[in-house]
């Protein structure tokens, strides 16, 4: 348990279905973090957040959405994605936001299947 | 870009031998941390070395950073099967940028 918990841990939406992933840390951090791991590429950095406020923006495309209400929770908004999308969704936290070089904790990853 | 590169890209060993990967970078760095992520999970971190720091341990774990180089180094010493995994390392500047992995397999 690393104090960083991601629901659902599985899921399948159609291209036409809107989803939303949610994070959530008890660590008292202040940035967030979603990644994108597909097979056989490198871990994406798709979005950081710190203390609520976006700090990057990876060149994501629109169909994701990130919303920090809070900066225990971070939620990722699905919507008209593609079969290319499907991939395992990873939220992290780190107790300093970009740049400050401290380790970031992983929760297990949401694994998005899109048909 | 600023991700780590590890090499080499799978790795397979006999229990009780050492593993060692390998990490390429290409900027400057204010520190690379290494990362372990068992099969489809998050990642687990595992050590962090400073741009200052030349050699880091943990337990069974020695990580070198050589910045002259843009490299680094993890070795598991004593290796068990459940060390079987991904290593990653990332790089700290702006976080946190990561590589494709060594796929790491201890056979019993």
């Known amino acids: ?115 | 870009s600023q991700q780590g590169e590890e090499d080499p890209q799978a790795l397979s060993i006999q229990e009780g031998e050492n593993a060692t990967m390998n990490c390429s970078y290409k900027t400057s760095i204010n520190n690379l941390q290494w990362y372990r992520q068992n099969s489809g999970r998050g990642l687990v971190h595992l050590i962090l070395i400073r741009s200052n720091e030349r050699e880091k341990h943990s337990g069974r774990l020695r990580v070198t950073l050589d910045t002259s180089k843009k490299s680094s180094s993890l070795l598991i010493t004593a290796s068990r099967a459940a060390d079987t995994a991904s290593y990653f390392c990332a790089t700290g500047g702006v976080q946190f940028y990561f590589g494709t992995g060594t796929s790491l397999t201890v056979i019993p």
Do not use: I
């Open chain 1, 1 to 115: 348990e690393t104090g960083v918990t991601q629901t659902p841990r599985h899921l399948v939406m159609g291209m036409t279905n809107k989803k939303s992933l949610k994070c959530e840390q008890h660590l008292g951090h202040n940035a967030m973090y979603w990644y994108k791991q597909s097979a056989k590429k490198p871990l994406e950095l798709m979005f950081v957040y710190s203390l609520e406020e976006r700090v990057e923006n990876n060149s994501v495309p629109s169909r994701f959405s990130p919303e920090c209400p809070n900066s225990s929770h971070l939620f990722l908004h699905l919507h008209t994605l593609q079969p290319e999308d499907s991939a395992l969704y990873l939220c992290a936290s780190s107790q300093d936001g970009p740049r400050g070089g401290t380790e970031a904790f992983f929760g297990q990853g949401t694994r998005l299947t899109v048909v």
